[in-house]
């Protein structure tokens, strides 16, 4: 669903966006997509557990410790940071996790670097048996072929799309399926452009750039500008804003209509990602720092 922005926007631009995180309650936005394919291919290769990795609030330990679940599956998460195994209780998106089933490994985070590396993954097999991996993110050839669902022949009528990056998978999909007068515009939750480098494995479009000037200090990071813009933009859309990822790229593309980089009579599709179920962790954060929350109800 295509959601138009009420806000008016100078030299007739205009914007709307696309609610993937309506697609489904728990598995939200580009999840679903990543994950559509990759369940399926562990169905065929019948095996009954799933593993993969993520941080304390990852939005892709929810979505697949919910989908593992509802497909069947046997869910093992692989989580960064093992001072975080006596705090699953105070943690809203591990705490989901356990409740779907997912068992949680807690491990160093100098052991979790190693995560890609084949002697680690054998080990692991050892440790828990044959195991279907999905990589951190969830992005391989089978989450792209997902992404490349986002966009419809409906969104032909967009000049920009613009979406947000986590792993680089979101971004390498819809680049595979955009029309040729389409460009895409890339928002990295990161810093640096170092995903150049792991798109470009997976595209071969040129017509795509990142624009790295709003991750807001890097992966995980808010301000207080930003939570202020989230709630607004709610507040005037009805439409709720994850602060690590969506509510960052959307921020930066109204920022760049202002500072006039996009034609007159612009049309921009923002995808919105999900994310949603991590607000509840960054508010608690947020407490702590005495800083203002997000408003999720809008």
Same mark, same amino acid.
């Given at each position: ?14 914007? *709307? ?10 598995? @939200? ?86 995560? @890609?590396?084949? @002697? ?5 097999? !050892?440790?828990?048996? *044959? ?16 992404? !490349?669902?986002?966009?419809?022949? +409906? +969104? ?7 979406? @947000? ?15 040729? *007068? ?32 709003? *991750? ?25 804003? +994850? ?33 949603? !179920? ?16 997000? +408003?999720?109800?809008?």
């Amino acid at each position: 669903m295509n959601q138009p922005i009420k806000t008016q926007f100078p030299n007739s631009i205009e914007i *709307h966006i696309k609610r993937e995180d309506l697609i489904h309650p728990f598995v @939200s936005g580009n999840k679903f997509r990543k994950l559509k394919y990759n369940l399926l291919q562990a169905k065929i290769e019948n095996h009954q557990t799933l593993l993969t990795f993520g941080g304390a609030f990852s939005n892709h330990i929810a979505a697949v410790a919910f989908a593992g679940k509802e497909k069947g599956f046997k869910t093992i998460g692989m989580i960064r940071g093992d001072e975080l195994e006596d705090k699953v209780s105070e943690n809203p998106t591990l705490s989901f996790a356990q409740k779907c089933g997912m068992q949680l490994e807690f491990i160093s985070r100098v052991d979790y670097r190693l995560k @890609s590396e084949v @002697s680690f993954l054998e080990n692991l097999k !050892q440790k828990f048996g *044959h195991f279907y991996l999905i990589p951190e993110g969830g992005t391989n050839e089978l989450a792209i072929k997902g992404c !490349q669902e986002i966009l419809t022949k +409906d +969104d032909a009528e967009f000049d920009y799309i613009c979406c @947000s990056i986590g792993t680089g998978g979101t971004i390498s999909g819809i680049i595979n399926s955009v029309l040729p *007068h389409q460009k895409v515009l890339g928002f990295p939750a990161l810093k640096g452009d170092f995903l150049k480098k792991e798109i470009r494995i997976f595209v071969q479009n040129e017509n795509w750039e990142l624009v790295t000037d709003y *991750h807001f200090g890097g992966y995980g990071k808010v301000n207080a500008a930003l939570i202020e813009f989230i709630n607004q933009f709610n507040l005037e859309n009805q439409i709720p804003l +994850d602060p690590i990822y969506t509510g960052k790229m959307v921020f930066g593309v109204i920022d760049l209509i202002k500072k006039n980089y996009f034609p007159a009579h612009s049309k921009i599709l923002l995808i919105h990602t999900g994310g949603i !179920q991590g607000i509840q962790g960054m508010n608690m954060k947020l407490r702590n720092k005495q800083l203002p929350t997000i +408003d999720i109800n809008g």
